[in-house]
């Protein structure tokens, strides 16, 4: 993405003085800004419902990872990153002798092995500041985070002093709950952004003490001017294993403010007790506090008291509104109140349930050959695929706070959807193949083309058999004209009433006017029949006029977003 076409007209030394560690940084971003660069890039073509399954599968998979619908917490978030980053190199600027003086103090606290020592150049005041973030694991914190440092570059590098500054680092606590071990993954990390240096191996050798670590940590954090560093799954620190809450609050809090190190500590409600003292003293809570990222509500919109013709959205209509646009199934449906509440009982409003379940159910429509999204499908993958996580479902469902409680940590097992994909994937491809033996290849162009005109696959299935067997040397136009003419006459039997109880009584049709092929050209330009009607005057292949159109995949030019 290009930076400038993000930036607004905002002066960075007007704010920050001459410091060149924040005038390297890109631009800041105003609101419209921040939800184009946070937006997903997964783009949604109608004439993709025209696709094999195999490849509209392959499409809905792309979701879980290329689908982001903004959101006002997402927004808080990269405001609260923009200032932190910026903020904590106040205190560290090259220009003015701030970092030198840094680096000296720390130089001595080393020579003389001591916290407490007689500066020659006292160091200035730490800027920096610290955020916690809490929530149940799917809530979209990690995601979150990744996108929003994608904006900034993690290494710049200033050739006229020779510094290298390091813009964030990011670490993940390790699940044996050791301090020592953080350490050594702050080393790792710093080694994968510059490429060039060894710190891990070095650290790892020397067998340093964790106090020690800690020492070159902040020594590091100087020399590279680290911006920002996230800590993620911080509730995997154990107080007991890494010596005590104390100890890991004053390992987070010196770093902070004494390498002026801006953090984020991220995790699950269970690291509320590792954070609680933390959040109430005043000296450590300086800075944003804490957020906590709860699941999606399912609350209708309503009427702004103030402005009674605007209607305020709730978060859970309009990420589901945005995200029930793409829908490779060939039958598009609407999202009524009945689908999203349903869609709600079976996710509880978790984003990454959310966006799965929807996955999920297309993949399985698209398989079976329903090709439309229901309530019971909905319940029928819940049922079968969300299965380790209907523990937690239920507690959450029940609003019980002791339930709930067994469940803090509200861990969400992962959702194999790339195994079901493939599974899914290998089944709809066979399936395929033998309508194409057995059918030839515009069965599953008929079935599609039919299907996206709102008529079930139930209704057409057996009536496209009968024409292909009928007409099997015609080509798609002239069959989906037969089609189409059965399909509106009002003689023909629709095929599912031959499986009806002989007992029960038929319900009266309702006649329809059949409309005459010279009256195709009067439909909508939309319509199929007007399409036929054009292609013939103009004496081309309706084909080609759908692809110039663009109400068709093109098959020699697949171009996929």
Not at 78 to 85: G, L, T
């Amino acid at each position: 993405m290009n930076n400038n076409e993000l930036s607004i007209d905002t002066t960075i030394i007007d704010i920050y003085g001459d410091n060149p560690l924040i005038t390297a940084l890109p631009p800041i971003l105003d609101t419209a800004s921040i939800i184009k660069h946070l937006r997903g890039k997964l783009k949604f073509k109608p004439e993709q419902r025209y696709l094999k399954p195999v490849g509209r599968i392959h499409l809905v998979a792309q979701l879980p990872h290329d689908f982001f619908q903004p959101l006002t917490k997402h927004l808080e978030l990269e405001q609260k990153i923009s200032i932190m980053i910026r903020q904590g190199y106040v205190s560290r600027n090259f220009v003015n002798g701030d970092r030198q003086r840094r680096l000296q103090s720390e130089f001595q606290k080393l020579k003389n092995n001591s916290e407490s020592v007689d500066y020659q150049y006292a160091p200035p005041e730490s800027t920096a500041t610290s955020l916690s973030i809490l929530g149940c694991s799917g809530s979209g914190k990690t995601t979150t985070i990744n996108k929003i440092l994608r904006y900034y570059p993690q290494v710049i590098k200033h050739h006229a002093p020779g510094l290298t500054q390091i813009v964030y680092l990011k670490i993940d606590c390790p699940h044996d709950s050791s301090l020592r071990n953080l350490c050594l993954n702050f080393f790792r990390a710093v080694d994968l952004a510059l490429g060039n240096t060894n710190f891990e191996h070095r650290f790892t050798r020397n067998k340093l003490n964790v106090n020690a670590m800690l020492q070159e940590m902040k020594i590091i954090a100087n020399n590279y001017s680290i911006g920002l560093l996230i800590i993620d799954e911080i509730q995997h620190l154990s107080t007991k294993k890494s010596g005590g809450a104390e100890l890991i609050l004053n390992f987070f809090v010196t770093l902070v403010n004494v390498a002026s190190i801006p953090i984020i500590m991220v995790g699950t409600p269970k690291a509320s007790a590792i954070l609680e003292d933390d959040l109430r003293s005043a000296r450590r809570s300086a800075g944003f506090g804490s957020l906590l990222w709860e699941p999606m509500r399912n609350e209708a919109p309503v009427y702004n008291s103030e402005f009674p013709d605007q209607v305020i959205t709730s978060e859970w209509y309009a990420f589901t509104e945005k995200l029930w646009q793409y829908q490779w199934v060939q039958q598009q449906t609407e999202l009524t109140d009945e689908l999203r509440n349903t869609w709600y009982y079976y996710t509880q409003g978790i984003l990454d349930l959310v966006v799965k379940l929807f996955c999920l159910v297309q993949i399985h429509a698209i398989t079976i050959g329903v090709e439309k999204i229901t309530s019971e499908l909905f319940k029928k993958i819940y049922e079968e695929q969300f299965r380790p996580v209907h523990d937690i479902l239920d507690a959450l469902r029940s609003g019980n706070p002791s339930r709930i409680a067994r469940y803090s940590d509200l861990t969400i097992p992962q959702i194999q959807i790339e195994q079901y994909v493939q599974q899914q994937s290998l089944k709809a491809e066979l399936k395929t193949e033998s309508q194409d033996k057995k059918l030839g290849p515009h069965y599953s162009t008929l079935m599609g083309m039919l299907t996206s005109l709102g008529y079930p696959s139930s209704q057409t299935d057996l009536r496209i058999k009968s024409v292909l067997k009928k007409y099997p040397n015609e080509n798609v136009q002239t069959l989906l004209q037969y089609l189409l003419e059965e399909l509106s006459s009002t003689t023909t039997e629709d095929p599912s009433v031959k499986n009806k109880n002989s007992d029960s009584i038929a319900k009266p049709r309702k006649s329809r006017k059949i409309m005459k092929q010279s009256e195709w050209i009067n439909t909508e330009d939309t319509d199929l029949r007007n399409f036929f009607s054009k292609a013939q005057d103009q004496e081309v292949d309706v084909y080609e006029l759908l692809k110039s159109s663009h109400y068709l995949f093109n098959p020699a030019n697949p171009i996929l977003h």
